[in-house]
């Protein structure tokens, strides 16, 4: 079955703990990207990747880093979270048709 | 630069009743539109797209999309809604001539949509 993978669903922290959100494709899909889904401001894309070893920034970059090392792969890394980073986050994968294919969404709480 | 509207936060109509969520955009060259959908607690699903061709596009769940060049729009239709309708739904534009930043869709900030019983 085609997914779109995300580890955790649901995550609680406090305010600079380093955490990862884990993104995993099973498509071979060459683009993957991270957006943040907040009310009243639709989705912003955080980061996107083209390819393995090419990434770069969409609208709202500031606080996260990416790595793109292998295909299936495009964690998202808070190395210092702060409560305005308190979102919900999707990861998308783009299918040659050119739709996205979305994970579940990472429910991020920084405290 | 290209963006996206949605004029209605929230859509209201009656089940069995025809239902239109609003979307317009703006992109430079011609336009990739999709439509997503969006249910509670999940991540978004595609809906349809408008590439090149017909004006009128169907896809998933009976609903359908018609491409209006000359009014931008790309408004999302069902004849007859259904309480499990009821979701958020996205309309996101890319320039068709785009790369690198403008490869990627733009979103818009979401309509939802609730159909009564």
């Known amino acids: 079955e085609a997914q779109v993978t995300q580890n955790p669903r649901y995550l609680i922290t406090v305010t600079g703990k380093k955490l990862t959100v884990t993104c995993s494709q099973n498509?071979?899909?060459?683009?993957m990207s991270w957006y943040r889904q907040d009310p009243g401001l639709g989705l912003r894309q955080i980061y996107y990747?083209?390819?393995?070893?090419?990434?770069d920034k969409g609208d709202v970059p500031e606080g996260y880093k990416v790595s793109r090392k292998e295909k299936r792969n495009f964690p998202l890394i808070l190395e210092s979270p702060s409560p305005n980073q308190t979102s919900l986050y999707f990861c998308?994968?783009?299918?040659?048709?050119?739709?996205?294919?979305f994970g579940e969404g990472s429910r991020l709480t920084v405290l | 630069a290209q963006s996206v509207a949605q004029p209605e936060d929230q859509v209201n109509v009656a089940e069995g009743n025809p239902l239109t969520v609003k979307c317009t955009y703006s992109v430079s060259g011609n336009p990739y539109l999709f439509w997503y959908v969006q249910y509670p607690n999940r991540g978004l699903q595609f809906l349809l797209k408008?590439?090149?061709?017909?004006?009128l596009v169907k896809g998933s769940y009976g609903f359908e999309a018609e491409f209006n060049k000359s009014q931008t729009s790309f408004h999302l239709k069902k004849p007859s809604a259904l309480v499990s309708d009821s979701a958020l739904y996205f309309c996101a534009v890319r320039d068709m001539r785009g790369s690198g930043g403008s490869y990627i869709p733009t979103f818009g900030r979401g309509t939802s949509l609730i159909v009564h019983p």
């Open positions: 498509m071979n899909h060459e683009y």
């Open positions: 990747s083209m390819n393995v070893e090419v990434t």
């Open positions: 998308a994968s783009r299918v040659n048709t050119g739709e996205l294919f």
């Open positions: 408008y590439i090149t061709g017909d004006n």
